[in-house]
């Protein structure tokens, strides 16, 4: 159960606030949907519940706010916009790392995918799917950790009539057995057909928070869906009858050649049409919309959403009934008028009906059962009832499709494959849980990989360049590093991993919707952090290795020999390699952004080691004349096992004009990231 008290976003200047006081309640074993056009603040509702918004009131899921829920993801399943992913991730990658970020084993992942229909699909990249087989994702991905309640920002939108008949079939199934269902939809109709609850927003406010059967009855309007190629011809004589009869009636200009007529019959707009001769190719009574006025999404017709259908390729997906519809329109259409087609919300209605039924699985301990894509798991008793259904039942049990799923026979029921066993997520956060993440996250796309090689290749052809040159320090041949470039292309590489690591969380925020699955700060930081390490590491030895090889290929051994001093070049090597991939991490978390941390990285040896001059270099009374060697007197007589040479090295590193930039940077914005956490948690 979903209980949202007093939701209030903040206002934005002198505007008023998108959302203010919004209050209502999600029972368990129903779908509650929430209507209203765009702009009428569904989508900031959900955030605001979901604490990914700042603003006033409380949302309580079973009696406890997010926060206060030690593991969200198995209480609170999301779906908000598109799947938040990296286009080039694999679609059964994308769900590993989730399960990983989860807690969960990481074959929930292809129990999942088998339940969506997605088997076949699950080495495709993000950024070839389809917009069905988007959906299908983002809904399996709601449901990877089995969760209590779903969430769901309009996830019809941009569907087929058969893609939306399986979602509302999915969702069917799980409120059938206990489950909370909430979602946003702009269109009333659909609310009306699919939802149990239909809570009406306007401006950001409730207007009418009403049982489904309350809500078509007393905020929808019917009306009479007439497709005619004299559509103007004809509404101005409906126009001009109903005025001459003194009755009310509207006449609305829809998309091409069709017509909505709000107050009239079939009956009556079949005689005006019949009298003057005007072709009528389609004349059916429709649920209406909330009005001609209101800012609605018109549903498409049967023929138009199979011409837009996306190729589905592998995925099986079923066909609608046409003929069957085609029949009760025809017994339904009265008057002279020879008439075809089907209105389109009666079509959708049979067809949310048909889905409704077919869905509808058991579920025992947990355990659910959907139809697969593409099959129907009905009796020939439940066809032939369908046919023999007059016109007020269909439009009751469209209206009621939980007390039509309640009632279901269950020799249909158990026919149904059944879901994944029950899963356990662990019962404590585990310190591994974001370094899994971190790792699948970073092994699932080639950017590192391809970014990695670019280093190394631009990195050899410089040094051999260099010593064609000449006079060239050996350490910086080795390194690739130009006396031109502010720094060498291992540290510009590995600041842009580290810029990548946080930069992507904020472009394909994969954990957005999943608060406190994985700390978003300082847990999420640390992983990072390691990670990044050890592949600046992994980088700076790779590049050393090459370059010398290169020279040795190119030149002979005499540039390839190893420098006397090379302990502490290759120290001061590896702090230069790692502070930028930190530098890179570190900015990219506070400015959320790659640009800002890759700028943060190039920024040290640009303008902080100028400024760092300045203040060593400029005037001053005194000076530290022999501190290094009070220093090394200070060492010996704390370290007496040769402890010293280390912390010497270290400092000798950090006087380096570079060096100490970067720990300047690097100290500026660790202390910034932990002020704005510290600042978030106490707000």
Same mark, same amino acid.
């Given at each position: 159960?979903i209980?949202?008290?007093?939701? #209030? ?6 505007l008023?606030?998108?959302v ?45 706010p997010?926060h206060?829920i /030690?593991?969200?993801?198995?209480? @609170? ?9 990296h286009?080039a ?7 590993r790392?989730?399960?990983a ?16 229909g997605?088997?076949?699909?699950r080495?495709?990249?993000?950024? #070839?799917?389809s ?8 809904l ?19 569907l ?5 008949r399986?979602?509302?079939?999915m ?10 269902? =909430? ?11 699919t939802?149990?609850?239909?809570v ?5 406010r ?7 059967a ?29 005025r ?14 069709? =017509?909505?007529?709000? *107050? ?16 009528v190719?389609?004349l059916?009574d ?9 800012s $609605? ?8 959403a199979?011409a ?14 046409g ?8 017994a339904?259409s %009265? ?11 009666t ?6 009906? #048909? ?5 509808t699985p058991?579920?025992k301990?947990?355990?659910r059962s959907v ?7 009905r009796?020939?008793q439940?066809?032939?009832g369908?046919?023999?259904r007059?016109e ?7 209206t009621?499709?939980?007390?039509r ?9 158990d ?9 356990s @997520? ?7 849980r ?13 950017? *590192? ?14 040094a ?15 390194? *690739?590093?130009?006396q031109?470039l ?5 540290a ?6 580290g810029a990548?690591a ?10 957005a919707?999943?608060?406190? $699955? ?11 952090l ?14 050393l %290795?090459?370059d ?60 902080v ?5 300045k ?8 000076t530290?004349a ?5 220093i090394r ?31 300047l940077?690097? /100290? ?5 990231f ?10």
């Amino acid at each position: 159960m979903i209980q949202a008290i007093g939701l #209030t976003s903040d206002p934005r200047k002198d505007l008023p606030p998108a959302v203010d006081d919004v209050s209502f309640e999600a029972r368990a074993g129903r779908v509650t949907a929430l209507l209203g056009g765009p702009g009428a603040g569904k989508t900031t509702v959900l955030r605001l519940m979901l604490e990914l918004q700042r603003g006033r009131g409380v949302t309580y899921f079973r009696g406890r706010p997010l926060h206060r829920i /030690a593991h969200p993801s198995r209480e @609170v399943g999301v779906l908000l916009g598109d799947v938040p992913g990296h286009p080039a991730r694999t679609v059964r990658g994308h769900l590993r790392m989730l399960c990983a970020a989860a807690g969960v084993p990481a074959r929930r992942a292809d129990e999942v995918l088998e339940v969506v229909g997605l088997v076949s699909l699950r080495d495709e990249r993000l950024s #070839t799917l389809s917009r069905g087989m988007d959906r299908r994702l983002g809904l399996a991905c709601a449901l990877l950790t089995d969760p209590h309640t779903l969430v769901l920002d309009d996830p019809t939108s941009g569907l087929s009539t058969r893609e939306k008949r399986w979602m509302h079939g999915m969702l069917r199934a799980h409120v059938a057995h206990g489950g909370t269902v =909430l979602l946003t939809t702009p269109d009333p109709k659909e609310a009306a057909r699919t939802a149990d609850q239909v809570v009406t927003l306007e401006r950001g406010r409730v207007v009418a928070d009403q049982e489904a059967a309350d809500f078509a009855r007393t905020r929808l309007r019917p009306r009479v869906a007439v497709r005619t190629p004299h559509a103007p011809r004809l509404a101005t004589l409906l126009t001009k009858e109903a005025r001459a009869t003194h009755r009310s009636v509207e006449v609305v200009r829809e998309s091409g050649n069709r =017509l909505s007529v709000y *107050g009239s019959t079939c009956a009556d707009v079949g005689e005006t049409a019949f009298r003057n001769g005007i072709p009528v190719h389609q004349l059916a009574d429709e649920v209406g919309d909330m009005g001609p006025r209101a800012s $609605t999404t018109a549903d498409r017709s049967a023929d138009e959403a199979r011409a837009d259908v996306a190729p589905q390729r592998k995925a099986a997906v079923s066909r609608p009934e046409g003929s069957r519809e085609q029949a009760a329109t025809r017994a339904r259409s %009265g008057g002279p008028t020879r008439t075809t087609g089907t209105g389109t919300a009666t079509s959708s209605a049979t067809e949310s009906a #048909t889905s409704s039924t077919a869905s509808t699985p058991v579920r025992k301990r947990r355990q659910r059962s959907v139809t697969a894509p593409g099959t129907e798991a009905r009796t020939p008793q439940a066809r032939s009832g369908d046919r023999q259904r007059t016109e007020p039942e269909a439009e009751a049990s469209d209206t009621t499709p939980r007390r039509r799923a309640a009632e279901a026979p269950s020799a249909e029921l158990d026919a149904l494959p059944e879901l994944p066993p029950p899963i356990s @997520v662990r019962p404590a956060p585990s310190p591994l849980r974001p370094l899994r993440y971190e790792l699948r996250r970073a092994a699932g796309v080639g950017t *590192g990989f391809v970014t990695c090689g670019a280093v190394l290749l631009v990195s050899a052809v410089t040094a051999v360049l260099l010593a064609r040159v000449g006079h060239t320090p050996r350490p910086r041949l080795m390194a *690739g590093w130009p006396q031109q470039l502010p720094l060498p292309p291992a540290a510009l590489g590995a600041g842009l991993l580290g810029a990548l690591a946080f930069g992507d969380e904020f472009r394909h925020p994969a954990l957005a919707a999943d608060r406190g $699955t994985v700390p978003r700060r300082l847990g999420l930081l640390a992983a990072k952090l390691l990670v990044t390490t050890a592949t600046a590491l992994l980088l700076a030895v790779l590049t050393l %290795g090459c370059d010398i090889e290169m020279l040795y290929l190119v030149y002979g051994r005499e540039l390839a020999e190893v420098p006397s001093d090379w302990l502490s070049l290759t120290a001061s090597w590896f702090g230069l390699v790692v502070g930028c991939a930190w530098a890179g991490v570190l900015a990219a978390g506070l400015f959320r952004s790659t640009t800002a941390g890759l700028a943060a990285v190039v920024a040290v040896p640009v303008a902080v080691v100028p400024v760092v001059h300045k203040i060593v270099e400029g005037p001053s009374v005194r000076t530290a004349a022999g501190f290094p060697l009070r220093i090394r007197e200070l060492l010996l007589n704390q370290w007496p096992f040769g402890g010293e040479r280390y912390v010497e090295a270290a400092a000798r590193l950090i006087a380096q004009p570079v060096g100490g930039a970067l720990t300047l940077s690097l /100290a500026a914005l660790l202390g910034a990231f932990l002020f704005t956490t510290l600042r978030g948690k106490v707000r």
